[in-house]
């Protein structure tokens, strides 16, 4: 099938925003959607697997392979940036945990810029693209084309876990997707019938079903070609020759935060000075194109386990060949989970608005690349704040798109970094050290008992934080006439016509948790405005907010009707 020569749309990148995207712009039948991907197929054991997590992002294969710049207040640590060269992008390499954010995120995006962005403009887009087959409520979405389900919580860590953070006073939650955020409980996962289930599954596939939308792989975008400041068309190289393809309507950038600012960048729209030393004509002078840029940093926290029943037990050649075996043929068992089923988001005191800490439990103590750090069963939890005041950047370095930019987060560069961190490390511990987790809770691995001083746990910072994989914010959303936006409240691009940008690098400020869930949003979102919809009414569901912190919102005062379902905390 040769691909359209000359299409309604182009999006650009296939991942978790740009599949999304060419699913709603192909929609109707109406319209001819090419979907450019330099990435290949997903259809491998390591991405469908979902205990398999860590091989991907591990394989060049199906990682752009990205290093960041080494980073001062880590010891002069260089941090890897995995990103998705692979057909649904990082939502088919990511570790599949699924987390809306928080309303205070959203509410923080309008109130600075991002209006029709507020919580209850995106919870109609989060419900539409959604099937829940874990909780089911009026927040949650049940005929939408991504399935999310729960994983089965069956070894007794999880229940303990959770027991203990209500004995150090914090409020379980039936689900951190709807009503309330804030507390520990089920974790959700785009894990369907036991395999990954990527915005190219949800999206991408049953689009291509249609003849009307095609997907070209091993297109490396070069650059958008413009004509007075309109978008005509895309500059590629495929099999080895470059080549441009012209679009009727428009083209929507959806290549990522680290790619789509680069993308930007080379084709004259970004900062002028910048742009002008690399000898690149400037088409349009926006300061803001690659800046701003955020991510979440997480350390592993890890405590020997008393009693041998952690997933240590499946760490041996025999076992994992077992686990393959019995997932491969049933699409069951340890395999068919991303083994993190449940999670928490706490505030880190009482005068903070709405959760600022973020933990992952996992019964096992083991690195991202799955090796185990110790003899024997341990357990961990992935614990970071939420919210770092620290900005990086990303920069072409030259205008040839095969060199890597330059990558820099800045992290742990904000004063109230390193407080943050400690605080968060020290409420581990509170909660490690309740009651329900006597019977399992041998001695920490990492970062020790003996760690206790702010120096010691500053330097354990330094040497053991790892990226949580979140980058965002490098072309932000906002009023056109802020100087750090990118592009405007409908996803157009400021200062040109017929190019919309929509992935996680218009993210104002990092949302609470995990990135794939709002990424799509984002998509979803932007479809409708590019579509030129009325969006889908705002919802008036109010969700929890903590009494403490209703002064904080423009929303509905604590006496609205809803809030008489408040649980205390």
Known sequence: ??????????????????????????????????????????????????????????????????????????????????????????????????????????????????????YKDVLPYFQRMETSNGFRSEFRGDKGPLQVSRGKRDNPLHEAFVKASEEAGYTPTEDYNGYRQEGFGPADMTVWQGSRFSAAKAYLRPALKKKNVQLLTGALVDKIIFENQKAVGVQFTHQGQTKIIRVKKDIVLSAGSINSPTILQRSGIGNGDLLKKLGISVLNHLPGVGEN???????????????????????????????????????????????????????????????DIQFHFLPVAIRYDGTAPSEGHGFQLHVGPMRSESRGY?????????????????????????????????LSREILNQKALEPFKGPEIQPGEE???????????????????????????????????????????????????????????????????????????????????????????????????????????????????MPSS
């Open 1 to 118: 099938m040769s691909h359209f020569s000359n299409p309604d749309y182009i999006v650009i990148g296939s991942g978790s925003s740009g599949s999304t995207i060419a699913y709603r712009l192909g929609e109707s039948g109406a319209n001819q959607v090419l979907v450019l991907e330099f990435g290949g197929t997903d259809m491998g054991p390591f991405i469908q697997m979902p205990a398999a997590l860590s091989y991907p992002m591990n394989m060049s294969r199906y990682d752009w392979g990205y290093k960041a710049e080494p980073e001062q207040n880590l010891n002069g640590r260089s941090i890897v940036c995995p990103r998705g060269k692979v057909i649904g992008g990082s939502s088919s390499i990511n570790g599949m945990i699924y987390v809306r954010g928080n309303p205070g995120d959203y509410h923080h995006w309008a109130k600075n810029g991002a209006t029709n962005w507020d």
């Open 293 to 355: 840029l955020q991510d979440h940093l997480e350390v592993y926290f890890q405590v020997k386990c008393l009693q041998p029943i952690t997933l240590y037990k499946y760490l041996n050649p025999f076992s994992k060949l077992l686990i393959g075996m019995q997932w491969t043929f049933l699409k069951s068992g340890p395999g068919a989970s991303n083994q993190f089923e449940t999670l928490g988001f706490i505030r880190s005191d009482k005068n903070v608005s709405y959760p």
């Open 394 to 426: 990303v920069r072409i370095q030259s205008s040839n798109p095969l060199q890597a930019p330059t990558i820099k987060f800045n992290y742990m560069s904000h004063e109230s970094d390193f407080p943050n961190f400690r605080k968060a490390l020290r």
């Open 451 to 565: 760690v206790t001083s702010d120096e010691g746990l500053d330097e354990f910072i330094k040497n053991n934080c790892e990226s949580a994989y979140h980058p965002c914010g490098t072309c932000k959303i906002g009023q056109k006439d802020d100087p750090t936006t990118v592009v405007e409240n409908n996803c157009k691009v400021k200062g040109v016509s017929n190019l919309y940008l929509a992935d996680s690098s218009i993210f104002p400020r990092i949302t609470n948790g995990n990135l794939n869930a709002p990424s799509i949003m984002t998509g979803e979102k932007a479809s409708d405005y590019i579509l030129g919809k009325s969006p889908l009414p705002p919802s008036d569901l109010v969700p929890f907010y903590h009494p403490n912190c209703c002064l904080l919102y423009t929303s509905p005062s604590p006496r609205d009707k809803r809030q008489s379902r």
